[in-house]
Structure formats: C-alpha cells, structure tokens
Antibody, heavy 120, light 107 residues
Framework: QVQLQESGPGLVRPSQTLSLTCTVSGSSVSTEKYYWTWIRQPPGKALEWLGYIYHRGSAYYNPSLGSRVAISVDTSRNQFSLILNSMTAADTALYFC????????????WGQGTPVTVSS | DIQLTQSPSSLSASVGDRVTISCRASQTIIKYLNWYQQKPGKAPKLLIFHVSNLISGVPSRFSGSGSGTDFTLTITSLQPDDFASYYCQQSFTTPLTFGGGTNVEVK
C-alpha cells in the first residue's frame, strides 16, 4: 500500500501562489503503475480532479484551471508537487494527493488531505 | 466535460435498510464508473471500480450495476459503519469527474 503525505501552507493570500508537496512511501514516483494526482474538495462540496503527472514527466490538467496549475515530480526525493497560481477564495479547499492507477484510472491511495484557506 | 449527476443528494436510513444510490452520466462512459465512500474529515476510500468490481476487503453488502449512462450503488443491509457520503467517478476520459455526492444519514 502506498502512503502519501501532503505538506504546505494552510493559509494563502489572494492572488498569491499555492505550493504543495506530496511525499510518497511504499512506491517510487518513477513507477509506471501510477499517475501522481491532485484532487481537492471545497468545504461541504464535491471532489474535483486537478490533474496528474506520470513517470515520463508528462502532465495533464483539468481545463477548468486554465494555465494556473502545474504538477511536477522530484525523483530524488520521491515527491510530487502542485503549483496553483492566482489564488482566490474559490480555491479554498482540502487538497489531497492521490495515486491514480495507470490502467484503470481509479484513485486507490489517498493522503490525509491538507486544508488550504485563501484569505487576506 | 462529462457531468455525473447523483441522486438523491442525501437520504435517511436505518440499520438493516437496503439503500440505492443512482449516478447518471451526461454521455456514455461504457463501464468506466467507480464508487467511493467518504467519512467526515477523511479521505475517500475506493469501494468499487468499473461498475461492479469490489475492492478487496470491501464487504459484500456493497454492489454496483449499470452501463452506458446509468449506474447504481446498492447497500443490501446498511450497517452502522456505512453512514457516510458516497461519490461516483468516471474514468472514461479526462477531465476525470465526480458526482456531487450522496450523504447517507441516520434516520
């Protein structure tokens, strides 16, 4: 079972950039078995898939985020990261890092989630 | 984007009840429909993938059915541990999307 742990700031000012990191144990981020994914959940709302990166370094993002989002991977640290620019109150959410099975596209291992609030 | 509409958005039930949750897709997703359970403050947990395949360790009282655009999650005899929110998710195409969720509450 893969273990995932998110880290990052709990509070971000409007218009600033969010940077979150997910530390992976129990698997290598270089594996072909998983895509490394970010999902968020605004308070009291449904889940939203933000995007993923896979072992070759290619990333796919939710078009709803436009050019604000980027996901990268650090193989030396066995981590992957999320960058979200131009934060607004609508980006306030619980952010999860997740493994996405590369064959079935389901989400099987989840971090505990890290809350992010956008406020001045 | 493929929209997933879950119904009902919430329901009240008692232990032992049979519970059915519907998920309707805005276009065909063939069999690429997954179900998750989420408890307050916790990450979702995968229950069923590709309509009806139970994840190892998930009780057999959970089952899934459907194809194309209409799918159902059934809990045959609701247990205390089952009071939670349930989400469907399509894995047919990106952007991957989730339904709005169904909250199963104690009656």
């Amino acid at each position: 079972q893969v273990q995932l742990q998110e880290s990052g700031p709990g509070l971000v000012r409007p218009s600033q950039t969010l940077s979150l990191t997910c530390t992976v144990s129990g698997s290598s981020v270089s594996t072909e078995k998983y895509y490394w994914t970010w999902i968020r959940q605004p308070p009291g709302k449904a889940l939203e898939w933000l995007g993923y990166i896979y072992h070759r370094g290619s990333a796919y993002y939710n078009p709803s985020l436009g050019s604000r989002v980027a996901i990268s991977v650090d193989t030396s640290r066995n981590q992957f990261s999320l960058i979200l620019n131009s934060m607004t109150a609508a980006d306030t959410a619980l952010y999860f890092c997740v493994t996405q099975d590369s064959d079935t596209y389901f989400f099987d291992s989840w971090g505990q989630g890290t809350p992010v609030t956008v406020s001045s | 984007d493929i929209q997933l509409t879950q119904s009902p958005s919430s329901l009240s039930a008692s232990v032992g009840d049979r519970v059915t949750i519907s998920c309707r897709a805005s276009q065909t997703i063939i069999k690429y429909l997954n179900w998750y359970q989420q408890k307050p403050g916790k990450a979702p947990k995968l229950l069923i993938f590709h309509v009806s395949n139970l994840i190892s360790g998930v009780p057999s009282r959970f089952s899934g059915s459907g194809s194309g655009t209409d799918f159902t999650l059934t809990i045959t005899s609701l247990q205390p541990d089952d009071f939670a929110s349930y989400y469907c998710q399509q894995s047919f195409t990106t952007p991957l999307t989730f339904g709005g969720g169904t909250n199963v509450e104690v009656k």
